[in-house]
């Protein structure tokens, strides 16, 4: 069965500083992999994914990932924070096999002080 | 992508009282799927809901508890029935390809008190 592990509660960071929210997975077989973003009072909303090919994905907002099979990681990343991104982030995966439900990860709040 | 509305965006229900919760996406979509946000966690699929068959429910969750119903392409609803404090949570409808590489897209979710 596939899962995914946020390691991470809440990262903190100073506005304009790097961030990197962290993301772990495991499937059978090869992984697609997601990150969305949930504002408060808000659904989710899509920032990348990865399929294939290139391992580092760039996103919306500046966001952008990379994907490390031999780690089986898929941390996010982002070069200079902004205190808008302040927000709850949620890491899935779905196995390549089928049809198979996507699986979300615990979440991890980030928060940017200006 | 798709544009998902969902309505209501928040209530506040008597505990034995149900609530009816609609989901109405811009495009016809093969499948519809609602999932539970309980304070502080993540995201648990309730059931998966195609148009023209019954829903198929996770483990945990039962029809009689949370019939759900897909009349078009377009639609679905959740019923959360003869509700308890413990069913206080954010409920999100969501549409995808339902195969591999295509990401799901979100409605806001609504916002369910049970007092």
């Known amino acids: 069965a596939q899962s995914v592990a946020q390691p991470e509660d809440q990262v903190n960071v100073a506005e304009g500083n790097p961030l990197t929210v962290k993301c772990t997975y495991s499937v059978s077989g090869n992984p697609y992999l997601f990150w969305y973003v949930q504002y408060p009072n808000r659904g989710l909303q899509f920032l990348l994914k990865y399929i294939t090919g290139d391992n580092l994905v760039k996103g919306s907002y500046g966001f952008e990932a990379e994907f490390n099979k031999s780690q089986t990681s898929f941390h996010l990343k982002k070069p200079s924070a902004l205190v808008s991104d302040s927000a709850l982030y949620f890491c899935a995966v779905r196995d390549e096999a089928g049809f198979q439900k996507l699986v979300f990860g615990t979440g991890t709040r980030l928060l940017v002080s200006p | 992508s798709a544009v998902i509305s969902q309505k209501p965006s928040r209530d506040i229900c008597q505990r034995g009282t149900s609530l009816t919760i609609q989901c109405q996406v811009d495009?016809?979509?093969?499948?519809m799927f609602w999932y539970r946000q309980q304070p502080g966690q993540s995201l648990t699929l309730i059931a998966t809901?195609?148009?023209?068959?019954?829903?198929?429910?996770e483990s945990g969750f039962v029809i009689d508890k949370f019939p759900i119903s897909r009349p078009n392409l377009t639609f679905s609803t959740l019923t959360v029935s003869n509700m308890s404090p413990e069913d206080s949570s954010i409920y999100l409808c969501?549409?995808?390809?339902?195969?591999?590489?295509?990401?799901?897209?979100f409605g806001q979710g609504t916002r369910l008190t049970v007092v």
């Open positions: 495009s016809q979509v093969t499948m």
């Open positions: 809901a195609n148009q023209g068959s019954e829903a198929t429910y």
């Open positions: 969501s549409v995808e390809g339902g195969e591999g590489a295509t990401e799901a897209f």
